[in-house]
């Protein structure tokens, strides 16, 4: 079952990749790439219980399906109030379901955290000019888009904190 949950977990990292650049070049992410990530987790959770010892702590403890569906609903719930103060638009709003789902309930704070420092480092690298033998490349052609448009792709700034959020536990453990 753990060889299912690192498949799961590899193609989730890419719908979520998918998303965030699909929200930079269109300003929308697709419902298919939101209902497939939540299929990836649904399918992850049912190997997580299928592997469990302790099914009921695998379904009830804040570090299990529980807390990460708690998360989840929770994440939502907060893109559909930024959404409805028109301050996200509702890919963004959609797309805090599955990331809330994957990073679960103890990864909240850690994503907060760095959804705040990459979303303020975001902010200041949109102030530099583009330097001018790269500005006609297509993807500094985009960010002059952005600029110009004032409309900020946040589900890029949310997938990096995502994938940021789920690498933490690794990266601590090769310290």
């Not at 699909?22 to 929308?28: M, P, V």
Request: some cysteine; overall charge positive.
């Amino acid at each position: 079952m753990l060889e299912l949950v690192v498949v799961i977990n590899s193609l989730s990292v890419l719908l979520f990749l998918c998303a965030a650049w699909t929200d930079f070049r269109t300003w929308k992410i697709p419902n298919t790439l939101v209902l497939a990530l939540v299929t990836l987790y649904a399918l992850r959770a049912v190997a997580v219980m299928l592997g469990s010892e302790d099914v009921g702590a695998a379904l009830f403890a804040s570090s299990g399906i529980g807390g990460d569906l708690g998360a989840g609903l929770l994440m939502f719930m907060l893109g559909v109030a930024l959404w409805a103060f028109r301050l996200f638009g509702a890919g963004d709003a959609k797309l805090f379901l599955p990331i809330g789902l994957f990073i679960g309930w103890h990864g909240m704070m850690s994503f907060a955290v760095l959804l705040l420092v990459l979303g303020i480092v975001t902010l200041l690298v949109l102030r530099l000019p583009v330097p001018l033998p790269v500005a006609h490349l297509a993807f500094f052609m985009r960010i002059e888009e952005i600029r110009a448009s004032r409309k900020i792709p946040y589900g890029v700034i949310m997938v990096f904190a995502t994938l940021l959020t789920l690498a933490l536990p690794t990266i601590r453990q090769h310290l």
